[in-house]
C-alpha cells in the first residue's frame, strides 16, 4: 500500500514541516484511522508567504510567457508520471475509489498542459485608432498580482491546478490553502512544480484553521486576487472580505444540478449515465446530478431502473480495493448531513425507493440512496445534498420542467437527455446555469469555461477564462505628438 507521506507547508521554496500553530490529525474516511498530520500555519507564517509571494510576483511576471509555458508544461509531465502514487495518496485522504483519483488526476495534467498554453496564446490586441496623430492603441491583460487559491476536498487535485495553472500562466504568483482534510495531494502538485523549475516563492502552500487563513491572507494588502471554491455560504462570507480591499474574486461555489429528461432520450442509456454519474465521488461534486425531472410517460420505468442500478454498486474501502465503484463520504459530517436530510423527508415529502441509512461498519459511509416524487419544498430539493442522493420527480411538459430546474437561487450545471431537436434547442436557451449538458454530462474538459451563475458564483476556471480570471485589461495608448 503506497505510504502516506509527511506533510509540510511550502513558503519561499522552503518545505516546512513544524506548524507555528501546531498541527491537525488527517483520517482515512473508509477506516476513520489517523493516517498522518498537517501543520498547522501561524500568522508570522502566513507573513512569510505573503512576502514570499509579493517578492516572486514581479520576477515571475516578468519572465517571457514562452519560459512561464515552458515550466508548468514539466510540472503537467511530472504529474503524470506520479499519478498513480498521487491517485493512491488521495484515496487514502478522501476515499475516491481509484480509477476516480487517477483520472482526476491525469485530468489535471491536461488541465495544467490548457492554461501553460494559453500562456503563449493571450497575447492582446490593437485596437483601431480614431485621429491621425494616435499612433497606436493597445489593449493587453496584465497579471492582477499575488493570488490567494482556497480549494475544498472533494477533487484535492483537479481544482488546486486549475488555480494554479490560470495564476502562474498569466503570471500571478499564487499562495494556496487547500482543504484540511486533503493537504497531501495539494502538496505533491506543489512539488511537481517545484521540481519543474518553479522560482522559490511563485507558489507557496499552507494549511490550517481555514477562517484565519482566509481572513489574514484577503486582508494583506499583498493579495490582489481572491479564488475560492467552496460552499455559496462560506463563498459569501469571503466575497465581503474580498470586496473590502477591491480585490478581484472568483467564486465556484455550490450546485444542486437538475436533469430533464424527455420521452424521446434513449432510455437505457440515459438512466445508465444518469445512476453512474450521480455515485461518482458519492455524490460530493458540485455538478453532481441532483434533481431528476423525468417525463411522466417514462417516470415509474426510470425509477425502477436507476434505483436497481444504484443497488448494484461495490461499496467499499477504495485504499484496499481497486473494484470499489463508491467510497466513504469525506468526513462524519457528511454523514450526519444524509441523515438530516433523510430525517427531514417527513409525511408526504417523498418514497425512499432504496437506501437512506449509514451503513453500518467503520468508516463514513452512507448508502446510494433514490427519492420518488419529493416535495418541491423538501430539504432535498431545495438544498445542495452533496453526498449520494438523489430525487426523481415526474413532469407533465417541457416548460414545467424548467419551471423546476429554474427554481431555486443555485445555477452551477444543469443537464438534459432528449433525442428532439426542438426540445434541445429550447432547453439548452432556457435552463438557467454556467453550464448546460444535453444527452451527456462531461461538463469539465480542459478547454471550456467552468463556473456557474446565481449562488453558484460567478467568473469561470479553465478555458480561456482560467487564464484570463488572473489578469486585469490595461490599455496603452500613443499619440505622435502633444495635441
Ligand atoms: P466549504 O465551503 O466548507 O470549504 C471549502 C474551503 O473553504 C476549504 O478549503 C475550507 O477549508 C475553507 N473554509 C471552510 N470554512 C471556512 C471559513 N469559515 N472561512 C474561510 N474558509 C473556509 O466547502 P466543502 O464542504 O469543503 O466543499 C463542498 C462545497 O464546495 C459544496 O458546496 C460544493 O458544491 C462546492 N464545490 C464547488 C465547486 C465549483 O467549481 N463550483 C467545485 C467543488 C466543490
Redesign the pocket.
Known sequence: MTAYPQVKMLIGGEWMGEGGDGAMPIVNPATEQEIGRAPKASKEQLDAALAAADEAFPRWSNTPAIERYRIIRAAAELLRERAETIARVMTLEMGKPHAQALGETMGAADLIDFLAEEAKRQGGRLVPVRSHNLLEQRVTQEPVGPAVL??????PIN?PAKKIAGALAAGCSAIL?????TPATAQMLAQCFTDAGLPDGVVNLVYGD??M???HLIASPVTRKVS????????K??GVLAARGLKRFT?????HAPVVIGESAEFERTVAACAATKFRNAG????SPTRFLVARGIYDRFVEEFAARSQKLKIGDASSDDSVEMGPL?HG??VAAMEELMNAMGDGAGEIVSGGSRIDRPGHFFEPTVIASPAANSKLMTE?P?GPVAGIVPYDDIAEAVKIANSLRYG?AAYAFTSSLDESHYLGKSLRAGMVAINHFAVGSPETP???VGD??FGS?SGMEGYLGYTETKLVTVAKAAP
Request: with cysteine; proline share 8%; net charge negative.
Open positions: 482556497l480549494t475544498p476536498w472533494n477533487f481544482l490553502k487547500p482543504a484540511e482534510t481555514p477562517a487563513i482566509s481572513e475560492f471554491t467552496g460552499s455559496t455560504a462560506i463563498g462570507q469571503l467564486p465556484e461555489l455550490g450546485g460530493q461534486v458540485c455538478v469525506a459530517g457528511r445542495e452533496f452551477l467552468f463556473g456557474g453558484s458564483g476556471e
